[in-house]
């Protein structure tokens, strides 16, 4: 198809900022009448972040309980796959979605259930009926609580959202300090080849739709848990 | 027309304004959001730096608004991406509907998106013989009702659990319920099977980066993720305001617009998309079509005054804030984009003429100026829409008004002894009340007309 009014459009555009506009700090009415200097990162203003590795890992700690985000530290892998086994028999775990990868392969296996993995490409019907998606991940961020992924880290768009719970394993170097960092990785990891999709993720999915009210589970995963690993990971 | 947005607005003004019942649900609605809200705002180190580092950032992007765009157009381009660039509305939901057409769909799945709402592609697609459903929970709410969004962020702030249970009853025959629990649950399934069925998801885009070429969906309830994830073919729709410089400005817009608009550190899911799914990926739509909207935002751009207001990242903060939103409603603004910046921007995109009474539906407090996290400067921009209105059409009985002011002020003893005539007739004013010309009678609708002093400052100042 065409590119409809590509020039047209442009051209206005071209015309329009002819003159530019008064800068934000330049006599646009009270509020704005002290100037501020432009640091050069939203670091100095976001909300601060413990420099030291301790503190971040406790501040992704609280970040996940007043999100409602299950989070684990386990030392390694056979804690992990303890960890996912009480999960299985507590939800009661039938089928489950996941990705291969070196961290999940073995701990998927452990679990002993029927798997689907997205590189079958399996429909998204027989994936909405899985119990749980188990993905990798990218980065964990500190300051927010969040995960970052990508389609090419955890096995694409919809494993993750898809079915009722997420369970997201990612070792303790994955942890960031904050948003800048999380960006900065995206942009140094994958260059001018970038996945088609990148998601970050903070908390299960809600709603505050009905009067205000907190729901979790509106249309995303009502469960998220997050299992780090902490040494040989 | 003039006459009719106009005196709509006032009818429904009234009407809402008078509405207890209605003033207290939206009290009680945005009241955990303030708390909440405050609380996150506390926790920045320079929430005041933030706030200007982000209209720098959109003051940059505006103002070379050409080239960031064709940056952005090509990344997309290179990665699989088509691209539309629609000049107006019409030429919009063409596209869309031809898509639709041409892919031989039956059902959209669409995700939060205003600018849809600004061009009514769902009239349009349904027109065309397309089921069209709406995933975001206060969307799908509406919908079902046949109304228009009620706020930019919260489209359904405006009902209880009991309307929205009797409507899920009515229309979805579900069980009563007076949990938003149930509720949220109700509305999920309904729509679990309508994302695997749909051919086409619509979305919307918050930002656009023009360093990357990806667009950037804010949202909570993974209906976005969803339209975006599982229908063969994507489409999304965008202001071509929306563009940012580069991918790390979103560590600071992301926070920036959940703390405003919901009081959140971030939202539940931030998701770039930069092309249809790529070849070594499992799943994604085969096809992402990109459709960049103009609609008069050139127009706008062209005011280098008011151009910040093309800085809106549509967070809500300004309505929340705004003593007028919050007393006449969304729905009496009869716009797409309520409040303030409806205010502001809806006489630039639909003509000023017919919209100028909506830069009088304001009490200038600066109340939303002060609020918006990318400083639109709001209430100036009121006063610039009255000035630029009354330039382009001066209304002569205001500047009759003026001119005897102004004579007035000019002999003050004509004034005292005017005054001095007129104190035993003001008990008589409210006795003719009914039969005086409309803008007095409305103004004395609801005050009395002060006492005159039986001896007046200047006679005081004299006999001292
Ligand atoms: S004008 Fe500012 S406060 Fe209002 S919606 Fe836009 S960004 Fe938010």
Known sequence: ?233 | MSFTFASKFKIQATKVTADLDHRAKIRAALKSYETARDERKAQYQDWQAARHGAASIKWESLNHLDAYLVDFVTKLSARGTKVFWAGNAQEARDYIVALAKEKRAHTIIKSKTMTSEEIHLNEALRQAGYEVVESDLGEFIVQLRGEAPYHLVFPAMHLTRHEISDLFHEKLHSAPSEHPEELTMIARKELRFKYIQADIGISGANFGIAETGMISITENEGNGRLTTALPKVHVALMGIEKVIPRLSDLALFLPLLATAGTGQQITCYNSLIGGPRQSDEPDGPDEFHLVLLDNNRTQLLADAEQRDALHCIRCGACLNACPIFRNVGGHTYGTTYQGPIGSVITPHLRGLMDWKHLSYASSLCGACTEVCPVKINLHHHLLHNRRNAVASRPDPSERAAFRLFAFLTRYPGLVNRLARISRPLVPFVRVVKPILPAPIKGWLSSRDLPKIARESFRDYWKKR
């Not at chain 1, 719970?165 to 942890?175: C, E, M």
């Open chain 1, 1 to 233: 198809m065409n590119e409809g009014k590509r020039e047209a459009i442009l051209g206005r555009i071209r015309e329009a900022v002819r003159v530019a506009a008064p800068r934000p700090h330049e006599g646009s009415g009270r509020y704005d009448s002290n100037a501020i200097e432009v640091p050069q990162t939203s670091r100095e203003w976001l909300p601060s972040v413990p420099l030291d590795a301790e503190g971040r890992l406790n501040l992704f700690r609280e970040k996940c309980s007043q999100l409602r985000t299950e989070f684990r530290f386990l030392s390694g892998q056979e804690g992990a796959a303890a960890a996912l086994a009480d999960l299985r028999n507590k939800q009661k775990w039938t089928v489950l979605g996941s990705h291969h990868h070196p961290m999940l392969d073995p701990l998927v296996q452990s679990l002993g259930l029927e798997t689907l993995y997205v590189e079958q490409h399996p429909q998204s019907k027989s994936l909405e009926r899985c119990s749980v998606g188990i993905t990798a991940c990218d980065a964990l961020i500190a300051q927010t609580g969040s995960i970052l992924l990508t389609a090419r880290s955890a096995g694409g768009r919809a494993l993750s959202v898809l079915p009722p719970h997420h369970v997201v394993v990612a070792s303790v170097d994955q942890l960031l300090p904050d948003l800048p960092a999380a960006f900065e990785l995206l942009y140094e990891k994958y260059g001018d080849n970038y996945p088609s999709f990148a998601t970050l993720i903070t908390g299960p999915s809600r709603t505050g739709d009905i009067e205000r009210i907190l729901v979790l589970g509106a249309h995303g995963p009502r469960d998220l848990t997050i299992i780090l690993l902490g040494t040989n990971a």
